[in-house]
């Protein structure tokens, strides 16, 4: 265990500490935050205390109609080798957005941190975790006021502190972005011994200082009035995955009328215990009256969650709660304690064997790792379009058995898993075929997911949540019927991650120079200055038959990018334009991939552009395959610029061309290009 004085003492010293450069309170000045002259300059009040970036109105309109604005403000450059904690005091007025971005050198893109479009009557504060790091950096705030009269986005202050936002001790009247959940009847206060909100205030010193004008944080049943009366803290939400030791100190009197209990809760709402206080006679309760206790639990987030104080009264009669002192450290609180489970040992693309995945060699038939070569008839893998895959119920198959399982790595128990897996299935006769999952716990075998949905011979993905409580490992079954009723499965593409599948959705399309389409753009445009048309944002198989693909890359039932050639003339281009890039010493890389289907296809181009110059980077002519190809281009600029991809209609309709899931980043590329040579052949290896 760690020892409670040192994590007391590291408390007191670290409320002590002065503010990390970065921090402003903008009393007289902008403590070196600048706007950037590109855009619309922050103001700072005439009296102080703020910047704000208003809406404008547009000159000869009615007065309510404003300009598009957008202010950005950057921090001077930063070096934190210790994490550190960002908070950031603001309002939205009326409508607009706020967001916070970290800006690196040699980074293609600011990373964003946190965001919000919800306007307030009151300042707000926002908690943002910054991972320790070598490299300076910037911080990036970008305002945008809603296009209604009098709108406005403004910041009070900026707070920069060493150590996690999780952590607090209650002498800051920000309280460090801690939040009461309000109940009409019992909610937390600040306390000290010196004054507080109840009527017989008999509140103890606080815990980081030992004396009466010290702060804390408590609850008391005076006021309620039904059973069960509910009182929340809610800590700010956790923006890096983090796992450690949790320690926070408390009292609690008349423990039989009150039941206090730690959560965390992640952003669907969905709570987990962590620590339950017991009864006086187990280990977990020590000390006498008004001494405070000091509590250690080990704290798993390696996605967003809150930690809950709750704390349930049975009566008014149920005393009060107090804590004090909420402190995390990156260790767990023992050193017997399992280190967090790393979920990507069930990972496996198949492009270099079965990765940890093993077979059921004495009940069954066995998964076939299998390629395709890009084609006209038939698909490739789903990882590059040319790669490998595991294929069950081959008709090629002669074996007597028709039950294929494949079998996961053994997975750590009490955790919430997310399953990621891609399926397609072939054959004439789809009812002689089926694939299910299942969780072996023992020998207990529970079906989590079976097959629902025809694939239309396009690669689908399937998201499955479940809960594990002991070991446990993911088997994978696909059966048929008899060998003359039989198709085949596939599978690809498995990835595991930690918590429910709904935390990871969309998450993908917000970082930016990615993209996968499903809403929208993202921060890509069209280029209607240089081209005869728009790329089409579509869903399933395009209009036109023998081109296009079936169905998107992503999930095989999304949106992808296309070019619809029947409106067009041959030659014509349609161009889609990224978002600026900043320039580099290294090398850069864009990834993406590509389907040139159809008997007269045109040409997929892709540019640098740079100060009106253009640069070929990567082309590919004609028809290619069936398949969704992968493509990566590696390259180097000095300078900001945007890429161009750029699509030209072949000789017929049939030379619709789309593309779907750009990546666009700094450094090398990690995987090889998809080589496609043109031809009808369609062979397994």
Not at 87 to 113: A, C, H, K
Not at 279 to 304: C, F, K
Request: with cysteine; net charge negative; charged share 20%.
């Amino acid at each position: 265990m760690l020892p409670f004085f040192l994590l007391a003492l590291a408390a007191t010293i670290q409320a002590q500490m002065a503010l990390l450069p970065g921090s402003c309170s903008f009393e007289v000045d902008t403590c070196g935050y600048m706007s950037d002259v590109d855009f619309t300059s922050w103001t700072l009040n005439k009296n102080g205390h703020f910047l704000a970036v208003e809406a404008a109105l547009i000159a000869d309109q009615d007065s309510d109609v404003t300009a598009d604005v957008t202010g950005i403000l950057l921090s001077p450059a930063l070096e934190h080798s210790e994490w550190s904690c960002l908070r950031v005091v603001y309002q939205i007025s009326g409508s607009g957005s706020l967001q916070v971005l970290q800006r690196t050198e040699g980074q293609s893109f600011d990373r964003p941190l946190w965001s919000s479009h919800e306007p307030s009557d009151s300042w707000i504060i926002a908690s943002m975790d910054l991972q320790n790091r070598t490299d300076p950096s910037r911080l990036v705030i970008e305002g945008k006021p809603g296009r209604r009269a009098g709108s406005s986005v403004a910041v009070y202050e900026i707070h920069i502190s060493p150590g996690y936002c999780l952590e607090c001790d209650y002498e800051e009247s920000h309280l460090c972005g801690y939040n009461n959940q309000w109940n009409a009847n019992v909610n937390w206060y600040v306390g000290s011994a010196g004054g507080g909100q109840l009527l017989d205030n008999n509140l103890p010193d606080d815990h980081t200082n030992n004396n009466r004008t010290g702060h804390f944080m408590y609850v008391d049943s005076i006021y309620s009035k039904t059973f069960k009366e509910v009182a929340k803290l809610v800590s700010p939400m956790t923006t890096m995955p983090m796992s450690g030791c949790l320690t926070f100190h408390y009292q609690r009197t008349d423990e039989g009328g009150n039941l206090f209990s730690v959560y965390t809760r992640d952003r669907l709402g969905q709570y987990q215990e962590l620590w339950r206080v017991g009864p006086r006679n187990t280990s977990n309760w020590s000390g006498s009256h008004g001494e405070w206790i000091p509590v250690q639990v080990d704290l798993r987030a390696p996605y967003s969650v809150q930690v809950v104080f709750e704390v349930a009264f049975s009566s008014p009669r149920g005393g009060h709660v107090a804590i004090d002192d909420i402190s995390f450290a990156p260790e767990f609180c023992s050193s017997d304690t399992e280190p967090t489970f790393d979920p990507s040992i069930a990972n496996c693309d198949f492009e270099s064997g079965f990765c940890q995945y093993t077979q059921d060699q004495a009940t069954g038939s066995l998964w076939r790792r299998v390629g395709v070569k890009p084609n006209l008839f038939r698909n490739g893998d789903h990882t590059s379009g040319a790669g490998t895959f595991l294929l069950a119920h081959s008709q090629l198959n002669t074996e007597s058995s028709y039950i294929s399982r494949l079998i996961s790595p053994t997975l750590a128990a009490n955790m919430k898993y997310c399953l990621r897996f891609y399926f397609t299935v072939r054959g004439i006769n789809h009812s002689g075929v089926a694939l299910a999952v299942y969780l072996q716990e023992g020998s207990s075998l529970e079906k989590i997911w079976t097959l629902g949905e025809r694939s239309r011979g396009i690669w689908i993905a399937t998201d499955v949540t479940f809960q594990t409580s002991q070991a446990a490992q993911v088997v994978f079954v696909s059966t048929c019927r008899s060998l003359w009723d039989c198709g085949s499965v596939a599978l690809d593409d498995i990835s595991m991650s930690l918590g429910d599948c709904e935390l990871t959705a969309g998450l993908t399309s917000s970082i930016p120079g990615w993209c996968d389409f499903e809403a929208g753009l993202c921060d890509y445009t069209q280029d209607r200055q240089h081209d005869a048309a728009d790329w089409e944002r579509r869903r399933g198989p395009t209009p036109t038959s023998y081109t296009g693909p079936r169905g998107d890359h992503t999930t095989g039932l999304g949106y992808y990018l296309y070019m619809e050639a029947s409106p067009m003339l041959p030659g014509q281009t349609v161009r889609l334009l990224s978002p600026p890039v900043r320039g580099s010493k290294d090398v850069q890389c864009l990834g993406f991939f590509y389907n040139m289907l159809g008997s007269n296809t045109g040409q997929l181009s892709v540019r640098l552009q740079n100060n009106k110059r253009e640069v070929l980077l990567w082309q590919r002519k004609g028809e290619q395959s069936v398949a969704w190809l992968k493509a990566v281009v590696e390259y180097q600029s000095d300078d900001q610029h945007q890429i161009v991809l750029e699509a030209t209609r072949g000789s017929s309709v049939r030379s619709d061309i789309a593309i779907d899931d750009i990546i666009l980043e700094s450094g090398p590329c990690s995987a090889a290009e998809t080589k496609a040579p043109v031809g009808t052949f369609n062979e397994i290896e």
